[in-house]
């Protein structure tokens, strides 16, 4: 009896944690090949095509996933989310990449990625805080979390607009106050 495309996935995903990519996308096109309709299968060939740097490849892969198995964002965000919150930072980074390519600009994974960024101490951290704040600019909570990686990184300024604009949305939420507060005492204007 030939191996399931149940089985033949769990051995593809051994062979991708070990390192053994070729072999992992060997065995998801297998399971593809058991079941066409494998939509965990079609997503990891879409991820693997996306670290191999064929993204046209892995948007066609990524979209019939993202048809087959409706919760797929939903399920890669609670991984990144979990891996953040157990501090694993790179792996964070590359989870938090995931979700952008099933829904690029979705405003959570891309504050998920800044914090991991900036907890790793890079620089890209900057760029995805500001995406994130540029994709939902009415969300109070996102907002001060993009201000919160803007200030770690010594972008005080903009730290600061992004802690006002979020004042401005919520004047009775004592968090904009804080957050502004402490970029005022980076800024070395505690009083302000």
Request: hydrophobic share 45%.
């Amino acid at each position: 009896m030939p191996p399931s495309s149940r089985d033949l996935f769990a051995a593809g995903q051994t062979a991708e944690r070990d390192g053994r990519l070729a072999e992992a996308e060997r065995l998801y096109r297998a399971a593809l090949a058991a079941d066409p309709g494998h939509g965990r299968a079609h997503a990891a060939l879409g991820f693997l095509a996306l670290r191999g740097g064929r993204p046209d490849l892995a948007q066609g892969f990524l979209a019939k996933a993202r048809g087959l198995v409706p919760d797929l964002l939903e399920r890669q965000l609670g991984e990144a989310q979990a891996l953040s919150s157990a501090r694993r930072w790179r792996e964070a980074v590359d989870s938090w990449r995931r979700a952008l390519a099933i829904q690029s600009g979705h405003a959570d994974a891309l504050i998920g990625l800044a914090e991991c960024l900036a907890q790793l101490g890079r620089r890209e951290a900057v760029e995805a805080a500001e995406d994130a704040a540029a994709s939902a600019p009415g969300d109070v909570r996102l907002l001060l979390r993009a201000a919160a990686v803007l200030t770690e990184a010594g972008k005080l300024d903009r730290a600061a607009e992004l802690a006002s604009r979020a004042q401005a949305l919520a004047p009775a939420d004592p968090g904009p106050l804080l957050r502004l507060g402490h970029v005022r005492r980076d800024e070395g204007h505690p009083s302000e």
